[in-house]
């Protein structure tokens, strides 16, 4: 089998609008809550649904892409999207629009489960360290994205244009993807064993890996979410400045994984480097945090922190094929470590809230390094390659 970069482009691609549905509402949510009057709680659901989905049905997920083969998860994922988005625009109450993204949050798992199985199905196994720490990337640069374009156009074309926008983005991929589909192999898929066999023999190598995934997620998201609140108290930066600041360092971490594809290339296991981000992530993060530190060298250290931060996803990834004892084990896998993230992502902002209300900010980096440090000891058992 040759690698199709064509292909590879496209699924990640596909990934990077799947996660545009993850940023496309926050520059909405003061004209939403203004038209369709949403609550303080309601907005932030409509930003998080998708991501309480992903903590829900994760594992089912993965399962289920598995057995009705991944390209086309991927495919009804894409339509689910778009009918999704296509619904918002036409939402006239807050209760539509919290359905519609509930709907986006279910084609946002296919999407999540189907990709890097197909990442990895279409490539060459000395590709695979690379296109799965590409694909591990696809987040921050969907958020970004999404964020900056649906706050350019928000002002001037209205809320409904912009997801009407992004019908018509998802609706277009789709097509590509179901062309594409017609020069692929088919999408074949052997005989399912019993769950039991799944869960015990499938599953257990992965839940080490799941483990640390929840701890990397939990520690950005805590970090993301609160680390505004904290360069405006702590640090004295105006709100606006504070914003830019995030958003340019947490797309660092897209520096991190693609650091991560090259050492894995050159032998350093996947399980390794998520220990190793895990730790000096969150041990710079905790000296930035550090009331000694000036707010300059702070900055510095917060935008590190996220860089070497994006070591975790690319290699976690990348872990999945070489943890599987089966083929047909990495869907359910990849659907574990995405209800794994997800429920670290839901964890994470509201733990380190309510750390700081108890201990204060001072004390912010002995939770995170406790989380770290479990994080990193599940990461070094996991399983080494074994092809």
């Known amino acids: 089998m040759t690698t199709s970069w064509g292909r590879i482009s496209l699924l990640y691609g596909i990934g990077v609008l799947s996660a545009g549905q993850l940023g496309i509402v926050p520059p909405l949510v003061p004209a939403l809550q203004r038209d369709l009057g949403l609550s303080l709680a309601m907005a932030g659901m409509a930003v998080s649904i998708i991501t309480l989905v992903g903590a829900v049905l994760g594992l089912l997920a993965g399962g289920w892409s598995e057995r009705v083969g991944h390209a086309r998860a991927l495919r009804i994922g894409i339509l689910t999207m778009a009918s999704a988005a296509a ?11 919290l359905a519609a993204r509930g709907l986006a949050g279910i084609g946002y798992l296919l999407v999540v489960v189907a990709g890097p ?5 279409t490539s060459e196994p000395r590709h695979h360290a690379f296109t799965l720490s590409l694909w591990g990337t696809f987040v921050p640069v969907g958020i970004a994205i999404a ?3 649906a706050a350019g156009f928000a002002d001037r074309a209205g809320w409904r244009m912009v997801f009407a926008g992004d019908a018509v983005v998802l609706a277009l991929a789709l097509i590509v ?14 005989p399912q064993p019993s769950p039991s066999a799944v869960t015990l023999r499938w599953l257990g190598p992965a839940v080490p890996l799941s483990l640390g995934f929840f701890c990397f997620a939990l520690l950005f998201l805590a970090l993301a979410g609160l680390l505004p609140t904290y360069l405006v108290e702590r640090c004295g930066l ?6 830019r600041f995030i958003a340019i360092a947490t797309a660092f971490g897209i520096a991190g994984s693609l650091l991560a594809a ?3 290339r050159r032998g350093v296991l996947p399980g390794m480097l998520i220990a190793v981000g895990l730790i000096t992530s969150t041990v710079i993060a905790a000296f930035a945090f550090s009331a000694a530190a000036p707010v300059p060298l702070a900055v510095t250290g917060f935008a590190v922190s996220f860089a070497l931060g994006g070591l975790v996803p690319a290699a976690a ?16 896998i990849n659907g574990l470590l995405a209800q794994a993230g997800s429920l670290g992502s839901l964890a994470g902002p509201p733990l380190l809230a309510l750390w700081v209300e108890w ?9 995170l390094l406790a989380v770290a440090a479990i994080g990193a000891a599940s990461a070094l058992v996991v399983a080494a390659p074994r092809r």
């Open 117 to 121: 199985s197909l990442m990895a199905s």
């Open 317 to 332: 990834f990348a872990s999945v094929p070489l943890i599987a004892v089966d083929p047909r084990a990495i869907g359910p």
């Open 262 to 264: 090259w050492m894995m």
């Open 177 to 190: 993807a179901l062309i594409v589909a017609r020069g692929a192999a088919p999408d074949l898929r052997a």
């Open 147 to 149: 964020g900056l374009v």
């Open 238 to 243: 105006a709100v606006a400045e504070a914003g």
């Open 87 to 97: 619904l918002c625009a036409a939402s006239h109450d807050a209760t539509t629009l």
């Open 359 to 367: 201990a204060g900010w001072s004390l912010a980096p002995v939770l």
